[in-house]
């Protein structure tokens, strides 16, 4: 007991310590619900068929406003105050983003080849490579509106490996285009580069596939998401990117037909060499016999001599 009192309070004062939300703004708990039904909503104006999207995402952001007796002011002013405190915004969308997984899962919803891929140890021919952080989150300010990663080679990787980026998003984007785009890039030893692009869903999966070259070793991969700071009506723009995996495919190498015939060829030289070999034993043993020079054979039996001359 007198143990657990110092790290009890210490406990208390972490606690204690840390900032609270001002209550003109939105609280953690209250902005979580109201963003796990944001994106519900979201899902459901993409999935109906009529009116334009933009249109429909309106409507049912102002039922959203309306359910929690929240003006559109006190919304978007909340949502700057959490641009200023991105570790607590990331936070309360890692809770955002359980829950809407979890509804997919109840619904019996499918991730594609997403989750796939997860579980592979990096010894297998397909395998997750990805150690960073798998979550984020971006909005269109300088310093907090590009994530980039370099990972360099090592002997899990061989000539003719391709590889996979991918994630899962959750945006708000109040209007406008959504451009924001992710980059995968392969430099290999001989500085050659190969890398392709996709523009990032703004719900959903996105994957980058590039393909290695045979017989090069790769040097390092590069790649980034990119979200453009061009917004300059300020509307309401931010990108949760969950699930990050770089997938590494080693290439299915087949034997050539020239090397299995050579290799038949081989074992067939080795094989007659054994059996002339074998067959030249026999004839010596059997050639000193008929010759009468006093050897036998090993296998020949014994004869003692009984009488006679």
């Given at each position: ?9 210490v ?43 933009d ?36 936070e ?29 140890t ?41 590889f ?24 290999f ?43 300059a ?35 067939l ?7 002339v ?33």
């Open positions: 007991m007198k143990h657990s009192l110092p790290l009890l309070i406990l208390m004062l972490l606690v204690a310590c840390k900032p609270t939300v001002p209550s003109q703004y939105i609280q953690p708990d209250d902005m979580e619900d109201m963003l796990y039904d944001y994106h519900l909503a979201e899902a459901m104006a993409r999935s109906e068929y009529g009116e334009g999207v249109k429909k995402r309106n409507i049912y952001f102002q039922s959203l406003l309306k359910k929690y007796d929240v003006s559109e002011a006190d919304f978007d002013s909340s949502l700057v105050y959490y641009y200023s405190h991105l570790d607590r915004l990331r309360i969308y890692g809770h955002v983003n359980e829950r809407l997984t979890e509804e997919s899962d109840r619904v019996g919803a499918a991730l594609g080849e997403l989750n796939q891929y997860a579980q592979h990096v010894s297998g021919d397909t395998a997750n490579i990805w150690t960073g952080v798998t979550d984020l989150l971006l909005i269109p300010r300088p310093g907090n509106n590009r994530f980039q990663f370099t990972i360099k080679a090592d002997s899990t990787f061989l000539a003719g490996d391709s996979m980026f991918q994630f899962m998003t959750q945006c708000i984007w109040q209007a406008g285009s959504q451009n924001a785009i992710a980059l995968l890039s392969a430099r030893a001989n500085d050659s580069i190969v890398q392709n692009y996709s523009p990032v869903s703004s719900a959903g999966g996105t994957q980058v596939r590039i393909n290695g070259i045979d017989d090069i070793p790769l040097k390092e991969l590069r790649g980034f998401i990119y979200l453009p700071n061009d917004d009506s300020q509307n309401r723009r931010l990108m949760f990117i969950s699930q990050l995996q770089l997938v590494r495919f080693h290439r299915h190498r087949e034997v050539s037909p020239d090397s299995i015939a050579h290799e038949k060829s081989d074992s030289k080795k094989d007659s060499i054994q059996r070999t074998h067959s030249r034993g026999e004839s010596a043993d059997t050639t000193r016999r008929a010759a009468g020079g006093g050897l036998r054979s090993k296998n020949a039996p014994f004869r003692r001599r009984t009488g006679g001359n």
